[in-house]
Every structure is written in structure tokens, then in C-alpha cells.
């Protein structure tokens, strides 16, 4: 690991062995004895609580793009990708399951902050930096596989809504997640000859966490028991006359999800 150190470095921090004195103390121990979505979504809410005392409400402070919360949160850390990987490839070396966690709640949140409209990027990403929003994706479908261009599962228009039906395959964080993305086919909204590519687009759905219909036409049915990976609750998704609007419609316009997802 001598090069990633060197790289690290050059971004302002030694990343790596930063994190990795972390995830040997903490991710190898706390999380073992007290379980990993306890431990780190508890920790989500008490950061919620720290940015509550530090800019008010974020429905109110974020309703104004000038406001310090939203310098805050653009700045951010000001790292890389490239120390991010680092960072989750120590974190993957004291527990893979904690990477997969986080890595697809990071997922969710760079889809909206490259490709959310700023009504989404304003609603989600606040709450998704400091955990009291979990994210979870999915792409795949039962019988499908990593062959995107088959999924069947669909939104249509009904008025002012899109009804959305199918089901979605392993996702990640599935019963602990609030906010999934999910790509469906929105075949309607696309000429006829157009690639299939251009005829999907790319979903945010709101859920409490937990299992069962856990919205009206929206079930989460159990965690997939897996041979591995079971730090991870991996679900299926069931959308059976889900009900949501443009608003929830990734970027704001049919079409593009395969891009966005991808």
C-alpha cells in the first residue's frame, strides 16, 4: 500500500493509515459487540441532533441556498474520491459488511448530488450527510441478474402521479434504508425506436424503515439469507401500485436513469 499512502498524502492526509487506526479500534471491537446498524445509525441521529444545535431547523435553514448550512454542506470535507476509496478500503478490512453500508448510502447521495434537481439535492442530501436518511439502490430484478436491459418492472403516468409495479432485486440496506432509488421502464414516455437505454428513468422512494408493506403498493419481505455478507440486510422490493410524483423523479425528467445510475 505504499503508492495509496503516497497518493493520500498528496490530497492533504495520510488516509489510509488515519482510517485504518480507526477501524482497528472501533470496527474490529464496538460494532462486533453491539452490532452494525445499531451502532452506526445511532450514531446518525445524534449527528441529526448536532446539526440541529448548530443551524436551527434544516427545513428552514436550507430553504435559503445562501444560508451557512448550505456552505457547510458543500464544502464538506473537500477530499478526493480517490481518499474516499482509500478510506472505505480500510473500513472493508475490518468489516466488509460496514463498506457495503456505507458505500451504498454514498452511492445514493452522488446520484442526487450530480443528478437530483435542486428541490431533491435541498430535501435529502442534508439529512443523508448527517444518517437521518439512509439510502439503499437497485438496478437488478428477480431472474435478471446484471443484464440491466431486461428489467420489466415499470411507472406509468396517471395524471398528476406515476403508478409504478415490479419487483426489485438485492438491495442493499433494503429494511434499514428511508430512501431507495430504483430503475424502472418508462417506456411510454419515450419514442418507440428509441434505445432501451433511454427508456428507463430513475426513482426516489420515500419508506420507514423495517419490513412488510411498509408503504401503501410497497413491500419490503425479509432479509435474503446469504452465505456471506451478513452485516447487511439485502432485500427484495415489491412495488404493487406505488403511488408518486414528479417530484420523487430523479433530475426531474423520463429517460435518463440507466445514465444516472450508471
Request: glycine letters at 12%; one cysteine or more.
Amino acid at each position: 500500500h505504499t503508492y495509496t499512502y503516497r497518493v493520500a498524502a498528496l490530497h492533504g492526509r495520510p488516509a489510509q493509515p488515519a482510517i485504518g487506526a480507526w477501524v482497528d479500534v472501533t470496527v474490529t471491537t464496538e460494532l462486533e459487540d453491539n452490532g452494525v446498524h445499531g451502532v452506526w445509525f445511532n450514531r446518525g441521529v445524534a449527528a441529526s441532533q448536532a446539526w440541529n444545535r448548530r443551524f436551527g431547523d434544516p427545513a428552514v435553514e436550507l430553504a435559503d441556498p445562501h444560508s451557512s448550512a448550505w456552505a457547510w454542506l458543500s464544502r464538506g470535507l473537500g477530499e478526493s474520491l480517490l481518499t474516499y476509496a482509500l478510506a472505505v478500503e480500510e473500513i472493508a478490512r475490518g468489516w466488509m459488511s460496514v463498506s457495503g453500508i456505507i458505500n451504498t448510502h454514498f452511492i445514493v447521495a452522488y446520484m442526487l448530488m450530480q443528478h437530483g434537481t435542486d428541490e431533491q439535492k435541498a430535501l435529502y442530501l442534508p439529512r443523508m450527510a448527517t444518517g437521518e436518511v439512509r439510502g439503499a439502490f437497485s438496478m437488478s430484478e428477480p431472474g435478471c441478474g446484471s443484464d440491466v436491459s431486461a428489467i420489466t418492472s415499470k411507472a406509468v403516468r396517471d395524471g398528476d402521479e406515476w403508478v409504478l409495479n415490479g419487483a426489485k432485486m438485492w438491495l442493499t440496506n433494503g429494511g434499514s434504508s428511508t430512501l431507495v432509488a430504483v430503475l424502472v421502464r418508462t417506456d411510454t414516455e419515450a419514442d418507440p425506436s428509441a434505445s432501451v437505454y433511454k427508456k428507463m428513468s430513475t426513482f426516489l422512494i420515500e419508506k420507514p424503515s423495517g419490513f412488510g408493506e411498509v408503504r401503501p403498493g410497497l413491500t419490503i419481505p425479509g432479509k435474503i439469507d446469504k452465505m456471506g455478507y451478513k452485516g447487511v440486510d439485502t432485500t427484495e422490493l415489491i412495488m404493487e401500485g406505488h403511488r408518486t410524483t414528479d417530484a420523487q423523479l430523479l433530475g426531474g425528467v423520463p429517460g435518463k436513469g440507466f445514465y444516472q445510475m450508471m
